[in-house]
């Protein structure tokens, strides 16, 4: 499996802003669909947004839409996750990963993925 590194994960007050990034060991930028997924223990995986391969398009949960922004870097390789207006229900794990379903913004369990990660964590507190 390909391993990712996220960071930028913190704890923030709520309406904060937070900007979490995603490197990998190996080129990830081309795929189909890369993005960002958040869980909490004991809860379902939920996908959070999504970019494709030339990092044109973007999808979005509707909880998260025009509140968060994902970009990535081609050429450093590099995926983003801009956090705005953050809420105590954005509390969460968030991981990064590069093969999910761009039009339903969902990601594969850990069992069916080809990426592992630790994720990085994501604190709002009211």
């Known amino acids: 499996k390909v391993h990712l590194v996220e960071s930028g994960g913190d704890s923030v007050q709520a309406g904060g802003s937070l900007r979490l990034m995603c490197g990998a060991s190996?080129?990830?930028?081309?795929?189909?669909?890369s993005g960002w997924f958040r869980q909490e223990p004991g809860k379902e995986r939920e996908g959070v947004a999504v970019i494709d391969s030339m990092g044109i398009f973007t999808n979005y949960a509707d909880s998260v839409k025009g509140r968060f922004t994902i970009s990535k870097d081609r050429a450093k390789n590099v995926l983003y996750l801009e956090m705005g207006n953050l809420r105590p229900e954005d509390t969460a794990r968030y991981y990064c990963?590069?093969?999910?379903?761009?039009?339903?913004?969902?990601?594969?369990?850990?069992?069916?993925?080809?990426?592992w990660s630790q994720g990085t964590q994501v604190t709002v507190s009211s």
């Open positions: 190996e080129n990830i930028m081309d795929r189909y669909c």
């Open positions: 990963a590069s093969d999910c379903a761009f039009n339903q913004v969902r990601f594969p369990t850990d069992e069916q993925s080809d990426f």
